[in-house]
């Protein structure tokens, strides 16, 4: 099975705009491509795993970044705090944990 970035991201989308459902008109747009970011990063792990031009560690790195990348971003908008922040993020990564997880030959997230 190989990872679709269109289902991880409306997956996570969803998940996400279910915490942050009260600003998400504001920050819907800032969240599909930070999201998108993330979920492009999963598919490209996939890739670079298949191929052995990366190590568990390198990708939990990538993914890592990817997050922390988001969240800089999120939290810069006008509003969002620190724990709404995160809360959605997480839930965005709960939402497709199991698939991920499921696809790659290690758990990522």
């Known amino acids: 099975m190989s990872i679709d970035v269109g289902e991880l991201l409306e997956k996570m989308l969803d998940a996400a705009k279910a915490v942050l459902e009260e ?7 800032h969240a599909e491509t930070e999201l998108k970011g993330i979920a492009e ?4 792990v996939e890739r670079l795993r298949l191929q052995g031009k990366i190590s568990q560690k390198q990708a939990k790195s990538l993914i890592k970044m990817k997050r922390n990348t988001a969240q800089i971003v999120l939290l810069t908008l006008e509003g969002l705090g620190v724990l709404a922040v995160e809360k959605a993020i997480n839930a965005a990564i709960k939402a497709i944990k199991d698939t991920v997880n499921g696809t790659l030959d ?3 997230l």
């Open 106 to 108: 290690f758990a990522l």
């Open 41 to 44: 990063g999963i598919a490209l």
């Open 23 to 29: 600003d998400w008109p504001e920050i819907k747009e």
